[in-house]
C-alpha cells in the first residue's frame, strides 16, 4: 500500500526549530513533486513550501510567510521529504499536510498522495 505518513510535529516554544518529516512507503520509483500544506483551526489550508526535481538540481519555492525561516528538502534514497522550521512564531500552529506525486513502479504513472497530517504547536 503506498502512502505518506507525516511525523515530527509537537509543542515548541516562539523562537525554536522543529524538522518535519514525510515518507514515502510501498512500491515507489520516485517522487516528482512535493508539497507541505498547512490549516490552522477555522482557515484554509495554505501552501507552504514545495520542491521538485531537475535532473540533479531540486527547485524549491516558498510562500512568503516563511520565506527565510523554513527549509525544505528531499532525500531520494529514503523517499523521504523534511520541512525544517526554524524561528517558530505563534502563528505557525497549524496543523502540516505533506503533498506529493508519487511514480509508482507498477505503473510508472504519477499519482497525488496526501499524509494525515502532524500538528505544530508555537506556544510559551
Known amino acids: 500500500q503506498v502512502q505518506l505518513v507525516e511525523s515530527g510535529g509537537g509543542l515548541v516554544q516562539p523562537g525554536g526549530s522543529l524538522r518535519l518529516s514525510c515518507a514515502a512507503s510501498?512500491?515507489?520509483?520516485?517522487?516528482?513533486?512535493a508539497a507541505w500544506y498547512r490549516q490552522a483551526p477555522g482557515n484554509q489550508r495554505d501552501l507552504v513550501a514545495t520542491i521538485r526535481s531537475g535532473g540533479r538540481t531540486n527547485y524549491a519555492n516558498y510562500a512568503d510567510f516563511v520565506k527565510g525561516r523554513f527549509t525544505i528538502s528531499r532525500d531520494n534514497a529514503k523517499n523521504t521529504v523534511y520541512l525544517q522550521m526554524n524561528s517558530l512564531k505563534p502563528d505557525d500552529t497549524a496543523v502540516y499536510y505533506c503533498?506529493?506525486?508519487?511514480?509508482?513502479?507498477?505503473?510508472?504513472?504519477?499519482?497525488?498522495?496526501w499524509g494525515q497530517g502532524t500538528q505544530v504547536t508555537v506556544s510559551s
Open positions: 503533498n506529493a506525486d508519487l511514480r509508482l513502479i507498477a505503473t510508472m504513472a504519477s499519482h497525488d498522495y
Open positions: 510501498g512500491s515507489i520509483f520516485s517522487i516528482d513533486y
